[in-house]
T-cell receptor
Framework: EAEVAQSPRYKITEKSQAVAFWCDPI?????LYWYRQILGQGPELLVQFQDESVVDDSQLPKDRFSAERLKGVDSTLKIQPAELGDSAMYLC?????????????FGPGTRLTVT | DQQVKQNSPSLSVQEGRISILNCDYT??????FLWYKKYPAEGPTFLISISSIKDKNEDGRFTVFLNKSAKHLSLHIVPSQPGDSAVYFC?????????????FGQGTRLTINP
C-alpha cells in the first residue's frame, strides 16, 4: 500500500539553529500539506501545495518558516532559526487534489524538540 | 476561534460495548467531515467520512452521523475492540477547487477496557 514518507522521524535541535524536514507524498497525489500538531491539540495547516504552487500559506510564520515543492513531487519544510515554541509534531499529508477526493493521507510525522 | 470542537478529551468504554465520540462545528460552510484515528508516534489514519448531503455513513463497525441543524457529528464504534484504543480526531473542510483544507478538533482519547 502506498504511503507518505517523512524524514527524519525525530529531531532535537538547539534554539537559533536551522532544521529541515522532508516529505515524499503518495505517487500521483497533486496536493501536499504540511501540518503542525502541538501536544493535546489537533493538527493545524501550515502550508498547502497544488503541484509546485502554494495555494495556502496563511498560517505559515514566514519570518522563520519556508516550504518548497520544486518539481511538484517531494517537499521540504525549513525552520530558521528554531525557537522553543516550535517543538511539535510536523505532519505531511497528500491527496489527489480532485473534486470529490477529499481524504488526506498522512505520513508518520517528524517530532521536533527545540532545546 | 475553534471552528471544530471535541469537548470530551477522553472516553473509556468496555470491550464489546458501543463507543460514541462527538464533535461540534461552528462554520456553516463546512461541507465534508472526516474522522481520523491516531496511535502514538504515528500519523493520523483516515477512518470514515461523510458529505453534508448525507446524514449517515457506515463502514463495518464504524458509523458517522451528521446533524446539520445542530452542527454536530458523531462517530459510533460497535462493538468496541482493544485495538480501537487511540486518539480520534474529527475534521471538517469547506471545499476549495477540489483541494480540501482540513480543520481539526482537539481530539478524544478512547480507551477500550477488557
Amino acid at each position: 500500500e502506498a504511503e507518505v514518507a517523512q524524514s527524519p522521524r525525530y529531531k532535537i535541535t538547539e534554539k537559533s539553529q536551522a532544521v529541515a524536514f522532508w516529505c515524499d507524498p503518495i505517487s500521483g497525489h497533486a496536493t501536499l500539506y504540511w501540518y503542525r500538531q502541538i501536544l493535546g491539540q489537533g493538527p493545524e495547516l501550515l502550508v498547502q501545495f497544488q503541484d509546485e504552487s502554494v495555494v495556502d500559506d496563511s498560517q505559515l510564520p514566514k519570518d522563520r518558516f519556508s516550504a518548497e515543492r520544486l518539481k511538484g513531487v517531494d517537499s521540504t519544510l525549513k525552520i530558521q532559526p528554531a525557537e522553543l515554541g516550535d517543538s511539535a509534531m510536523y505532519l505531511c499529508a497528500s491527496s489527489l487534489g480532485l473534486a470529490g477526493a477529499y481524504e488526506q493521507y498522512f505520513g508518520p510525522g517528524t517530532r521536533l524538540t527545540v532545546t | 476561534d475553534q471552528q471544530v470542537k471535541q469537548n470530551s478529551p477522553s472516553l473509556s468504554v468496555q470491550e464489546g460495548r458501543i463507543s460514541i465520540l462527538n464533535c461540534d462545528y461552528t462554520n456553516s460552510m463546512f461541507d465534508y467531515f472526516l474522522w481520523y484515528k491516531k496511535y502514538p508516534a504515528e500519523g493520523p489514519t483516515f477512518l470514515i467520512s461523510i458529505s453534508s448531503i448525507k446524514d449517515k455513513n457506515e463502514d463495518g463497525r464504524f458509523t458517522v452521523f451528521l446533524n446539520k441543524s445542530a452542527k454536530h457529528l458523531s462517530l459510533h464504534i460497535v462493538p468496541s475492540q482493544p485495538g480501537d484504543s487511540a486518539v480520534y480526531f474529527c475534521a471538517a473542510s469547506a471545499g476549495y477547487q477540489g483541494a480540501q483544507k482540513l480543520v481539526f478538533g482537539q481530539g478524544t482519547r478512547l480507551t477500550i477496557n477488557p
